[in-house]
């Protein structure tokens, strides 16, 4: 047993002896690390409307363009993108809201950007479709909310998951500032008496593991794909369109840098301070 997990088994004990409730415990848990690991540093620099300037990069943290309107244009392109990802994921559809698992889905300038105002609203940008999903942030609070390690962050700055170690405590989907994580209250292998598998509507990519019942789940930035040097799903569905520009934000010469630099951006809750790595032209 690694030192976090038996820290949070001892929040988790004390708490359950003094009758706190289990949102404390994640509470004390995410403070102590926050604490720990900025110094009183980040927190205090972040601004309200912004993320304040941080250190000089370092490695690779792989990143996300996506040209809201090239997406609303194109006829099509969001259901495209999201069918690629979730056959490529073995996504299941359980076929209701409340079950839902999003690693890629769309929704209005309204939910997507809350932090934003919306008074005296422009239309044209609140009848675009803005496709999310995990950002992939450069300081993700779900990582510090963890307590087995079952979230974190790959030498390419991907925030990965490993199934096996999750618990299903679901601190990391309270940590989330974005609502990008789902938590299979379903088994997703259940099957028909004939075999078949009931919540999914294509053949099985046997590449990618099934989950089950009680595991948290999220995008990976199709970090199996990366290793072979492919594109992930949603971008090579995108084809020649631009609507989706991948690569290394903190390679200057990357096209992605230079999307960045020559386009204005938006991220979803820059109040966070999680330092978001998906990117919205607009």
Known sequence: MDVKRRKFLKIAGLS????????????????????ASSGGGH???????GHAAKAEPKGIQYGLVIDVKKITHTKGLAEKCI???????????????????????VDDYEHSFPEHSHHQKNDALHEMQFMLLCNHCEKPSCVRACPT?????????????DYHRCIGCRFCMAACPYGARSFNWRNPREQY???????????????????????????????????????PSCVEACGNTGAMV???????????SKVLRENY????????????????II
């Open 43 to 49: 927190a205090e620099k972040t601004e309200n409307t």
């Open 16 to 35: 359950a002896v003094a009758g706190v409730a289990a949102p404390s415990a994640f509470n004390m848990l995410l403070k102590g690390d926050a604490v």
């Open 83 to 105: 069918d690629a990802c979730h056959t490529e994921h073995n996504v299941p559809d359980f076929g209701n809201p409340k079950d839902e698992i999003k690693w890629l889905w």
């Open 246 to 256: 991948f690569g290394d934000i903190n390679d200057p010469k990357s096209e992605i």
């Open 149 to 161: 390690k079952a979230t974190f962050k790959n030498k390419d700055g991907i925030v990965m998951m």
């Open 193 to 231: 008496a004939n075999g078949n598998f009931k919540f999914y509507k294509k053949p099985l990519n046997p590449e990618f593991p099934t989950r089950m019942r009680g595991v948290v789940e999220k995008c990976n930035f199709c970090a199996k794909r990366l290793s072979k040097g492919m594109m």
């Open 265 to 280: 951006t938006i991220q979803r809750k820059p109040a966070s301070g999680t330092y978001p790595s998906v990117f919205y």
